[in-house]
């Protein structure tokens, strides 16, 4: 294998050159097992130790997207070190990127846009990199939403040092480069996969935390104690505007942490509608339940029907000149009355949903007042003319229960035996067996 350039890594795991990822990870388990050093007679581990790292090597190029696509182009010459392609047995691919890409921001991955040496360290590039952003929920009510809302909060957040400039040493010192990960700020770690098998890969150097170097105890700045970043608090600003809706995402620019070399990340707030106890809300449309009276959906009403999230009263002024009743279930529609549209002064409509609260049992006082009833309201329907010539006058029971229908039976349609499956599981009522 003197000639990196002839190694075919599709033909060391065995696969085709479109072999989906689950196949090369199948393949490379495979022939690790294979051809690991400990499976094998004495004799054979020189050459299974180098079977096993070619196998290992066409897996960690072949399974990561961007070094396959390297290699398809290029060919393992992407990856000899003699030719810039990376240091040692690890490829190092940011040459390669930014040759292909010209710098390009990769947001600070090992290995991409800002490394070797990371910010501040030997080899550093000065690339704009932007730091994570900070993202979470923020839970706002429909009022709210209509309404819309500015609230202050004070944060906490990490800046650049100002005494030492963000290099975490006194003015006149330099580092040195980190011992641990050699300057690069990042370091192989061995990980385990399975019994067996170990893989490599590639994170932060934690001793320098990434910038691939250090500066001594007595050359550290004082105020940062060589960190390179502060606290410092402020105080931020959330505009929620009118008509927001669930999922929204509020940005604050610039507003998470700054690193040396970095533009800070944003803070982003993602809006959480909590439920509200009158209204649904669907986009730009309100719904809500219209409670009346017997009496009203009869013969109509004048008067205020609910309170809406803005604290005006809905008043409405339903007359049945026509005798229009209305019955459970019927739908008004507000128009103009449902949630504010963002960026118009268009607003949504209000869906109003009939529910009609019937009178207590026992209002009725007396026969006078049922002859009333009788005589102000429709008579029943006309009997019907094939009514059978015998008929009995039978007993009956109130508030039955229909979950009684067929219980017992095994028939699917009894009423008990449409219970949810959790009722199994807890030990309620059960469908019955024939």
């Known amino acids: 294998m003197n000639d990196i350039d002839e190694i075919d890594l599709y033909e060391v795991l065995g696969i ?23 499976k094998v007679a004495e004799g054979e581990r020189v050459e ?59 947001g600070g991955v090992p290995g991409m846009g800002g490394m ?25 009510t429909l009022e709210e939403l209509y309404k819309g809302k500015t609230t202050k909060f004070s944060s906490t957040k990490n800046v650049v040092c100002q005494t030492c400039k963000g290099s975490g040493g006194k003015q006149g010192t330099k580092p040195h480069d980190c011992s641990v990960c050699h300057g690069r700020g990042a370091k192989t770690v061995l990980r385990q996969v399975g019994p067996g098998l170990v893989t490599q890969e590639t994170v932060v150097c934690s001793t320098c935390s990434g910038s691939g170097s250090l500066f001594k105890d007595k050359e550290r700045c004082k105020k940062c104690k060589g960190k390179k ?67 009203e959906a ?21 007359k049945q000149p026509e005798g229009k009743i ?27 949903l009939v529910e009609i609260e019937f009178p207590e049992d026992g209002w009725i006082k007396s026969d006078v007042v049922a002859q009333k009833l009788r005589d102000a309201l429709p008579p029943p329907s006309t009997p019907d003319p094939h009514r059978p010539e015998e008929t009995d006058e039978v007993e009956f029971e109130f508030d039955a229960n229909i979950d009684d229908f067929g219980a017992g039976s ?17 030990g309620g009522p059960q469908c019955a067996t024939q």
């Open 326 to 352: 209305l019955r459970p279930g019927d739908v008004l529609k507000v128009p103009g009355e449902g949630m504010p549209m963002k960026k118009s002064d268009a607003k949504g409509d209000l869906y109003l």
């Open 48 to 106: 299974a130790e180098v079977r096993f790292k070619a196998a290992k090597q066409a897996y960690e190029i072949l399974y990561d997207d961007d070094k396959r696509h390297l290699y398809d182009t290029h060919g393992m010459s992407a990856f000899d070190p003699s030719r810039g392609g990376g240091m040692g047995g690890e490829p190092d691919i940011d040459d390669i990127f930014a040759q292909m890409f010209g710098g390009m921001n990769f």
């Open 116 to 140: 070797p040496g990371g910010p501040g360290g030997p080899g550093a590039r000065n690339v704009p990199r932007k730091g994570r952003n900070v993202e979470q929920e923020y839970e706002v």
């Open 410 to 426: 095994g028939d699917p349609r009894a009423g008990a035996e449409w219970e949810d499956d959790d009722d199994d599981e807890e």
């Open 298 to 318: 009869l013969t109509g009403f004048n008067r205020v029907v609910l309170t809406h999230l803005d604290g005006r009263g809905i008043h409405l002024h339903v």
């Open 16 to 38: 085709t050159s479109g072999a989906s990822k689950a196949e090369i990870k199948k393949a490379y388990h495979k022939a690790a097992l294979s051809h690991h050093p400990d």
């Open 229 to 295: 970043v502060t606290e410092a608090k402020n105080v931020l600003e959330l505009y929620i505007p009118r008509g927001a809706r669930q999922g929204d995402r509020i940005v604050l620019p610039g507003e998470a942490d700054q690193l040396p070399d970095q533009e800070p990340g944003d803070i982003i707030f993602g809006l959480v509608e909590t439920p509200h106890d009158v209204f649904d809300r669907a986009g730009a449309d309100l719904k809500a339940d219209l409670n009346i009276s017997l009496v």
